[in-house]
């Protein structure tokens, strides 16, 4: 072993301040750069943990709200279906009861105009039998002052 010493020229003094001079380097580079480093690496690891379990529950929320959305888009339709269904029953309904009130009122116009019709003719009727009386009278008077004339020549 000697000989190997004395070959290479190995000095243990040289050694002994080697291994303390990496052993404070390795202690400094420990202290200063590999605790911060892997802390950092902790950190780094722990915010992509959480980011991959954000999005797993962004994602679970994500299906739940389409589902909700899904859900009230369809009872949205469901109700405006409906609402449609009821308003066009209700314009039945109201197209129907106008029908009808137009049909009385037509009766009822066609009812006054038959009795403004049979009050003209009663008046007409009994203007005329007026005329006739009186042209009855005017006859008669003419052939009675005719007779009279007749008889005083």
């Not at 994500?62 to 949205?76: G, N, P, Q, V």
Request: glycine share 4%; aromatic share 6%; no cysteine.
């Amino acid at each position: 072993m000697d000989s190997i010493i004395s070959t290479f020229h190995i000095d243990w003094k040289i050694m002994i301040a080697q291994a303390i001079n990496f052993g404070i380097v390795f202690a400094v580079l420990y202290i200063f750069a590999l605790k911060p480093l892997s802390k950092l690496m902790a950190e780094r690891s722990e915010r992509i943990a959480k980011g991959v379990n954000d999005a797993k529950t962004n994602t679970t929320l994500l299906l739940k709200t389409r589902a909700e959305y899904e859900e009230a888009l369809a009872k949205a339709r469901a109700e405006a279906n409906k609402i449609f269904q009821d308003g066009k029953k209700e314009a039945e309904a109201k197209k129907a009861i106008m029908l009808e009130e137009a049909k009385q009122e037509v009766a009822t116009v066609i009812e006054n105009g038959k009795k403004i019709l049979e009050a003209e003719k009663v008046k007409m009727v009994g203007e005329a039998k007026n005329e006739i009386i009186s042209l009855a009278m005017l006859a008669t008077e003419k052939l009675i002052s005719n007779k009279q004339d007749l008889n005083n020549l």
